[in-house]
């Protein structure tokens, strides 16, 4: 039995490989938008409307394989292969980012990202070139991003940052907290920052990567104790020993000592409590 299933093909699970359709490179690139006949493919969230009282539904990549693309380390890639890229760990397009919206329906929109070195950087790939390219295809265009790292100088930052992006795009060197009680100018703890700076009725993205078990876990656990978090999405990689297949991360002795299972549970707790949790790479 896995670990969990989709109640839409409760029968049957085909592995077959198949080139995704060639995408046109002439005009703005285009959302991906999941449809109902998807549905045994992608999970799902059921909203209430609180004004029109209406039920809507919003899709979101399942929780599959060991939380990468099914094709990560499962087969020997074969070089210049269509289906190479896709055995890569960092490897992002399985992510399915929030629906379109054709018109704003949020004060403002927040980025929070926990663990950025560089706009268009990183050794797992540039988070903050890649959450805002793929999330102004929805119709998200940030009016905040708050980003922090440990090593990366200040102006070797934001000599990383076009310069269109200057102007909203907030750094500090430093490490944050584990804690709320550890919260502090110099140290930082996100979900309470997030508190300060943002209402229910804003967009707020949430990016932790910072390869510090201990002080992921504290701030994940804080957001599914508290009832009052305004966090819409939250992206995170959890670096655990259970991971059977991620030995990029070292040895499992340094990493957080919770199964695959245990992974899984943490990010269906968040979808429980209506987060868009996906987990990154």
Not at 146 to 175: I, K, L
């Amino acid at each position: 039995r896995p670990l969990f299933y989709n109640t839409a093909n409760r029968e049957s699970f085909d592995l077959t490989w198949e080139a995704p359709y060639p995408r046109a490179k002439i005009g703005k690139p285009q959302p991906v938008v999941p449809t109902q006949e998807m549905e045994h493919i992608f999970s799902k969230f059921t909203f209430l409307d609180e004004h029109t009282g209406e039920e809507y539904v919003e899709y979101i990549e399942p929780l599959v394989s060991h939380l990468r693309f099914p094709l990560c380390h499962c087969i020997d890639p074969i070089p210049n292969t269509p289906s190479y890229k896709y055995h890569y760990t960092t490897f992002r397009g399985w992510l399915i980012p929030p629906p379109p919206r054709t018109t704003r329906n949020h004060n403002q929109a927040l980025y929070f990202d926990a663990g950025a070195s560089s706009w268009s950087a990183g050794s797992g790939g540039p988070s903050l070139k890649y959450f805002y390219n793929i999330w102004e295809r929805s119709g998200i265009e940030f009016d905040d991003i708050y980003a922090f790292e440990m090593t990366t100088p200040v102006d070797s930052f934001y000599e990383s940052v076009p310069f269109y992006h200057r102007g909203y795009t907030h750094y500090q060197q430093c490490a944050v907290s584990s804690k709320p009680e550890d919260d502090s100018a110099e140290t930082p703890f996100i979900p309470n920052m997030i508190k300060r700076m943002a209402t229910k009725e804003d967009y707020v993205l949430l990016k932790l990567d910072i390869d510090s078990p201990s002080v992921e876990n504290g701030n994940i656990d804080f957001v599914l104790s508290d009832e009052n978090n305004y966090i819409d999405e939250l992206i995170w990689e959890h670096h655990i020993s259970g991971n059977y297949l991620m030995v990029e991360w070292g040895p499992p002795e340094d990493q957080d000592q919770v199964s695959l299972r245990g992974s899984y549970d943490y990010f269906l707790k968040m979808r429980q409590k209506g987060i868009r949790a996906h987990s990154w790479v």
